[in-house]
């Protein structure tokens, strides 16, 4: 499976941004999306994940003001975000995995490359 991330880009506090995941490669049913993002010296840390059938579970940091979404028939993940903040800035991944939904990225086997996200004030 490949992962393609894109919509990042320069933002400022209080503004929306939606990214998309495209995936391509062999996609079955039960396939889960998840959303990780690194800021500058930090690890990766877990934003939200989005079941095959539309669950969808979000760190504390981000409820509320992201949604995470899916086109099961285009093969492609979104990342609604929000009421943007500063610490919201970094690299944010998509990444995918079969069985049940995860918060850990070392149960994660496929990363797309990450899209950049600044949130200015």
């Known amino acids: 499976v490949q992962l393609q991330a894109s919509g990042g880009g320069l933002v400022q506090a209080g503004d929306s941004l939606t990214l998309s995941c495209q995936l391509s490669?062999?996609?079955?049913?039960?396939?889960?999306v998840a959303w990780f993002r690194q800021g500058p010296g930090q690890e990766r840390e877990f934003v939200s994940v989005i079941t095959y059938e539309g669950g969808a579970d979000y760190a504390d940091s981000v409820k509320g003001r992201f949604t995470a979404s899916r086109d099961n028939a285009q093969n492609t993940a979104y990342l609604q975000m929000n009421s943007l903040k500063l610490e919201d800035t970094g690299v944010y991944l998509c990444?995918?995995?079969?069985?049940?939904?995860?918060?850990?990225?070392?149960?994660?086997?496929?990363w797309g490359q990450g899209t950049l996200v600044t949130v200015s004030s």
């Open positions: 490669g062999r996609i079955g049913r039960g396939i889960n």
């Open positions: 990444a995918t995995k079969y069985g049940g939904a995860a918060w850990d990225p070392n149960q994660y086997p496929y």
